[in-house]
């Protein structure tokens, strides 16, 4: 077999969180060029962008200040998401601002007159955040909320004499309201009956609505209108896919949102003047982080789609014709590698339909070795997006298959409940009816089937195997856990309050945990393992790891364990991103690889 490294995919480039600076005609936004996500930017008429930040650590978010030049941004240390935030000026000079490294800070943006920002934290208690505006000029923090509870500031009024903030209940439930900064007075305006989201608000020009996008009393999010002083809300435009990522134009009249049909973008603005819904073409992909120029003529926005990895577009609205701005992620060596999947569905056992993307490698014949890859959450959804390690996997002749199976989201609030408390093992046995379905539908090899995830789809890793053992060949686990007791016991403490609502808790349910962790069917494991984690990771103790690989040492049963010290939750170094693909390619090729040798493009 000719050698092929992985590296070429890893290469390949980033971009993300573009925004407009508020003075003159500059784009600003984050790419991993050299290593670590840093600040670059491109000025109207240059080709080529500018790398303005210089910073030991990757960068999480960029906001720009109100009317100045100057960008705040987020870092934390080897990815222990406890994000600090900092000003970065103009000239270079970085500020911090929050300075407290054991608590998380997330930014709620800036006053209208660029004097004030707002961010909330779990300074006071771990468990809950509290809301505190900072002055830019004295550095002075003011704590201008504080209640039990996980409070967030979504964004300034108009008049910049209130905040408009969320309290998050669930992670599919939250409410939000308006904060008089002078009397300290909260106003709640989506008082709600049963689960309900109201996420990427925003002010009308008189401060006395906000357009957003809910999915009150329905199964998917549309976008809507509430008025503040009475609280009404209305409907504005609806589907029967999921609306995300709405932004709003400085003059008030254009929304810009992306409906997500079943895992792709179809990217929509709506002139409010006109009451006209606009749409344009794109490759497959997944459209994000969008954002209005501030003389109203453009929409920049991210494309990340299978065969084409994240770069910043840009939408003419005169024209309604998208031009690329970027090319980080251009690699000539594969761009005619890459492959885009089919949306297929199964019927699992009880016969819900459940959607998934299979990718076919090129240039094969015969029966496939299959890689089924498990997106983390729960509550998320496998997208159509270009995953550097998959795209590797299917250029050496792995079939690769992303099931979305029950308890993902983006298919209404029914499917998304469907894995709940007690329900946890149905989404395993979902794997399990896609096997088969893939086994007769796809031509797959039934000797050589892997299965891969992270964090959550760690966890449905080691459910699959340990309860299912006999349809798999080998599996990767990537910052999973081995035990809801363990997990929840080592958490954050405000993650645990949130992951109760899904998983259920020691007190009502362990028995029922100790019934399904995987880490008490260890004994019934019979595929090679790999695991892969990270030391400084928050969300998943390294512990969950450990004691499940421990155990699996203790019966001599095949076990591969690689720990990563300056790494967390993920893998955002490249010499570990590295390190941790080429070993997983080794492990799989040595118990299921396929002899297939490399083509290059022509």
Not at 269 to 293: A, Q
Not at 474 to 498: E, N, Q, V, Y
């Amino acid at each position: 077999m000719d050698a092929i490294s992985i590296e070429p995919y890893l290469h390949v480039h980033t971009v993300k969180n573009p925004v407009y600076a508020p003075i003159g005609h500059r784009l600003s936004f984050i790419a991993d060029y050299t290593g670590l996500p840093q600040v670059w930017e491109l000025n109207e008429g240059e080709g080529r962008p500018a790398q303005t930040s210089f910073i030991k650590e990757g960068i999480t978010f960029i906001k720009y200040v109100n009317g100045t030049p100057n960008l705040i941004i987020g870092m934390d240390v080897a990815g222990n998401e406890k994000q600090q935030l900092y000003l970065l000026k103009k000239d270079g000079e970085l500020i911090a601002l929050t300075n407290s490294p054991e608590h998380i800070h997330r930014y709620g943006g800036s006053s209208p007159d660029g004097k004030w920002i707002a961010w909330s934290s779990n300074r006071r208690n771990p468990a809950f955040f509290d809301i505190y505006i900072q002055n830019l000029e004295t550095l002075d923090v003011r704590l201008v909320y504080s209640q039990d509870g996980i409070f967030s500031a979504v964004k300034w009024s108009p008049g910049g004499k209130s905040l408009l903030v969320q309290r998050t209940n669930s992670p599919l439930d939250n409410d939000l309201g308006v904060l008089y900064l002078s009397t300290g007075d909260l106003n709640w305006v989506t008082e709600h009956t049963g689960e309900a989201s109201f996420k990427d608000a925003h002010f009308n020009k008189d401060g006395d609505h906000i357009y957003l996008l809910s999915n009150k009393d329905r199964e998917f999010f549309g976008l809507a209108l509430i008025h503040l002083s009475t609280r009404n809300f209305t409907r504005l435009e609806l589907g029967e896919w999921d609306f995300e990522g709405l932004a709003m134009n400085k003059d008030k009249n254009k929304l810009a949102f992306t409906i997500n049909e079943g895992g792709i973008s179809r990217g929509g603005f709506l002139d409010l003047n006109r009451s006209y819904l606009y749409t344009w073409e794109t490759p497959m992909g997944v459209i994000s982080d969008l954002k209005f120029s501030p003389d109203n003529q453009k929409l920049a926005y991210v494309l990340n789609g299978p065969a084409h990895p994240p770069d910043i577009w840009e939408l003419d609205l005169k024209t309604i014709q998208a031009e690329r701005l970027t090319y980080f992620s251009r690699s000539p060596v594969l761009e005619h590698t890459l492959i885009e999947p089919d949306l297929i569905s199964f019927r699992s056992f009880d016969n819900l339909q459940v959607p998934a993307f299979y990718y076919k490698p090129k240039h094969t014949s015969g029966k496939l070795p299959v890689i089924v890859y498990i997106h983390g959450g729960p509550e998320s959804q496998i997208r159509a997006v270009y995953h550097p390690v998959l795209q590797y996997f299917l250029n050496l002749g792995y079939a690769v298959c992303t099931p979305n199976v029950r308890g993902s989201t983006g298919y209404g609030k029914t499917y998304t409940h469907l894995d709940d408390v007690r329900k946890r093992l149905d989404p395993v046995k979902d794997l399990v009816y896609l096997v088969e379905w893939l086994k007769e539908n796809r031509n797959i090899d039934p000797e050589k089937i892997a299965i891969m995830g992270g964090s959550y789809g760690g966890f449905m890793v080691l459910a699959a195997i340990s309860h299912y053992p006999n349809y798999w060949s080998a599996a990767i686990d990537i910052a999973g856990f081995s035990s809801f007791r363990t997990f929840l016991k080592t958490t954050s403490p405000w993650r645990r309050k949130h992951r109760e609502i899904e998983y259920g808790t020691i007190e009502r349910d362990g028995e029922f945990f100790d019934r399904v962790d995987p880490l008490n069917h260890a004994n019934r494991i019979t595929s090679p393992l790999m695991v892969l984690h990270g030391a400084n990771d928050s969300r998943v103790s390294i512990e969950e790891s450990e004691q499940i690989v421990n155990k699996l040492k203790e019966r001599d049963h095949p076990i591969t364990y690689i720990r990563f010290e300056d790494e967390g939750h993920s893998f955002v170094k490249l010499k570990n991103k590295i390190s941790a693909y080429t070993a997983v390619s080794d492990f799989l090729e040595q118990i299921i690889g396929k002899q297939y040798k490399y083509i290059s493009p022509t």
